[in-house]
C-alpha cells in the first residue's frame, strides 16, 4: 500500500461553516501530502439533501483557502479546482449496493419508521442496547409482496456479521478494537429515497479515488469499524486509518456550535482579524509536536516537517491566549504593506483618502505592536482620523489645565512652522527643544502633547504620530483646547 501515491482527502459536508476541527483535519492532510509528495482531495460530502447549502460550500472552500489549504484536483481540467461532489455520484453508489445485495451481503428492508419506533422501546424495557434487529434478513416472499403492495419503499442494508472483533492499527491512536455488538446492526447504506448514507458513499468514494490514508477526526472511530467491514465485503484493501483527537475548551468541554457559538468557526477568526497564518501555525500544533521546538512556519515549511508519528493521542485544547500570541506576532513581523492591506478593511468607517498609502502605511507601523487583532486597529487608530479628540474630563480638569501643560502646549502651536512633517524623529526633536527652552522635559513635556493630540497620555511613539499627523490637524487639535492659542 505504502508503495503507491499517497493520496489523501478533506470530506466535510456543507451542513455548517468551516469547522476548526474540520480545518484542523484539513490541514493534516494537507501537511502529510506535501510531506509525502502525494496529493490532496477536497470532496464535499453534500448528500444530506435538506441540511446542505451552497453558502456553507461558500464558507468552508474559501476559508481553506484563506488558510493556505490548497486542493490539488478536482473533477475540472487545470486549476483552481472545484470540489468533489457526492451528489454528482448517486446512481454509482446505488450500483454498489446493488452488487452487494447479488452477492447476499446487503438486502431490502421494508421496516417501517413505527415499527423501528416500536423496536427501540422494546429494547429500553428490557435493558437492552439499542439497535437494529436484523429482522429483514429472513423476509419470506409472502411478506415483501405484502410490504411492496402497501406501497412501502425500501432501504438498503448491509449484513454486520453477529460476532466479530473489528481492529486496526490506527495510524495516530494505535490499536483499536470494536466488537460488532456496538455497531447497533445491520447498517442502512442506501435510504429509501434512493441517496447513500455517508459510511457507504465514503468507502466508495474513497475506493474510488483510491486514498491511501484516511486521516480525521477521531469521532469517525466507529463508523471506521463500520466502513471496515464495508471494505471487506468489497474484497479491497484496507487504507491506513489515522484518528486526530478532539479539541476540548479550557475547561475540558469538547467544543461545540451548542457551547461555543461562533468560535467554532474559522469565519469568526477571520472577521476578527486573525492572520490565517497564525491561525494555521495554531492549528498545526494544537495536536502535532513540530521538531526542534519550531513555532513560526510557512504552509510550506511545516509540510516539510509534518510527522502523523508525532501527532498527539491526547484530546488537544483550544487556548486563545497562544492563537492570540501567533497572531500578534504576525500582525508584527509580516511586511508592512501586507499589513496594512489586511487592516484597512477595518477602518472602512473612516475617510482614507486624507492620507496617502505611505501615511496610512505609517499609520499602521505605529499602531501595529498593540493589536491582538486587526479589528482592534479601529480604536487604536482613531485618533489618526477623527475630526476632534474627546478629552476625558480627567484629563482636561486635570493634566490639561496646568499652567505648565498650557506653556507646552502653546509653545508647540507657536513652533508649528519649524516642524518637519513627515520625519518622525525630527519632530520629536522640534519637542525636545522646546522642551529645553520652557525647562520641562519627560511626562511633563511629553503627556500634554500627547494628550491635545490623542486624548491619552499613552500611546505610540510622539514623533511619529506628530508627523503623520502633520500641520493642520495638530494645529486644529491644539488650538480647540487653548482657544485661541
Ligand atoms: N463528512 C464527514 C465529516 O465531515 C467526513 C468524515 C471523513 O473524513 O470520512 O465529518
Redesign the pocket.
Known amino acids: 500500500m505504502t508503495s503507491h501515491k499517497v493520496r489523501v ?5 456543507p451542513t455548517g461553516h468551516l469547522h476548526l476541527g ?1 480545518a484542523r ?1 484539513a490541514l493534516y492532510n494537507y501537511l502529510f501530502a506535501l510531506k509525502e509528495k502525494g496529493d490532496f482531495v477536497l470532496r464535499l ?1 453534500d448528500t444530506d439533501e435538506v441540511r446542505s447549502d451552497e453558502a456553507f460550500t461558500d464558507d468552508i472552500l474559501s476559508g481553506l483557502k484563506w488558510l493556505g489549504i490548497n486542493w490539488t484536483e478536482g473533477p475540472d481540467v487545470g486549476g483552481p479546482y472545484k470540489p468533489y461532489r457526492q451528489t454528482e455520484k448517486t446512481d454509482h453508489y446505488e450500483h454498489v449496493a446493488n452488487k452487494l445485495i447479488s452477492e447476499g451481503k446487503a438486502y431490502f428492508c421494508y421496516a417501517s419508521p413505527e415499527e423501528l419506533d416500536a423496536l427501540r422501546e422494546e429494547q429500553k424495557q428490557r435493558d437492552e442496547k439499542p439497535g437494529y434487529d436484523n429482522r429483514g434478513r429472513n423476509y419470506t416472499q409472502e411478506q415483501v409482496e405484502k410490504f411492496v403492495a402497501e406501497g412501502r419503499i425500501p432501504v438498503i442494508r448491509f449484513k454486520v456479521e453477529d460476532d466479530r472483533v473489528v481492529s486496526w492499527n490506527d495510524a495516530i491512536k494505535g490499536e483499536i478494537q470494536i466488537h460488532t455488538s456496538d455497531i447497533g446492526g445491520d447498517m442502512v447504506i442506501v435510504k429509501s429515497s434512493g441517496i447513500a448514507i ?1 459510511n457507504f458513499a ?1 468507502v466508495v468514494d ?1 475506493l474510488d479515488m483510491k486514498m491511501t490514508h ?4 477521531e ?2 472511530i466507529h ?1 471506521t469499524a463500520k ?1 471496515i467491514l464495508l471494505y471487506e465485503a468489497l474484497g479491497a484493501n484496507l487504507p491506513v486509518f489515522a484518528h486526530v483527537p478532539l479539541i476540548f475548551d479550557l475547561e475540558r468541554a469538547k467544543l461545540s456550535k451548542r457551547k461555543h457559538g461562533e468560535a467554532v468557526h474559522i469565519s469568526k477568526y477571520r472577521n476578527d482579524g486573525y492572520m490565517p497564518e497564525a491561525l494555521m501555525n495554531y492549528l498545526a500544533q494544537m495536536s502535532w509536536t513540530p521538531p526542534e521546538g519550531k513555532e513560526i512556519f510557512t504552509v510550506e515549511e511545516a509540510g516539510q516537517m509534518f510527522d502523523l508519528d508525532k501527532v498527539s493521542k491526547s484530546p488537544a485544547v483550544f487556548d486563545t491566549k497562544r492563537l492570540d500570541w501567533f497572531n500578534a506576532h504576525y500582525i508584527r513581523t509580516l511586511p508592512l504593506d501586507v499589513v496594512t492591506d489586511r487592516c484597512l478593511p477595518f477602518l472602512g468607517e473612516y475617510d482614507l483618502d486624507q492620507y496617502s498609502r505611505p501615511e496610512l502605511e505609517q499609520i499602521i507601523s505605529v499602531v501595529r505592536d498593540g493589536l491582538t487583532m486587526l479589528k482592534e486597529v479601529k480604536d487604536a487608530s482613531s485618533y489618526f482620523f477623527a475630526d476632534k479628540i474627546q478629552i476625558s474630563e480627567e484629563l482636561s480638569s486635570g493634566l490639561l489645565k496646568q499652567e505648565s501643560s498650557r506653556k507646552v502646549l502653546s509653545k508647540v502651536c507657536e513652533s508649528l512652522g519649524q516642524f518637519p512633517w513627515g520625519d518622525p524623529k525630527g519632530c520629536k526633536a522640534v519637542v525636545d527643544a522646546i522642551g529645553k527652552e520652557l525647562g520641562v522635559k519627560g511626562k511633563d513635556l511629553y503627556w500634554p502633547v500627547r494628550a491635545a493630540l490623542c486624548g491619552s497620555t499613552s500611546g505610540p511613539d510622539l514623533g511619529a504620530t506628530l508627523s503623520i499627523l502633520g500641520e493642520k490637524r495638530v494645529r486644529t487639535r491644539i488650538e480647540s483646547l487653548l482657544q485661541p492659542c
Open positions: 482527502r478533506i470530506a466535510p459536508s474540520t483535519t460530502e455517508y465514503v474513497d484516511i486521516i480525521r477526526g469521532d469517525h463508523n466502513q
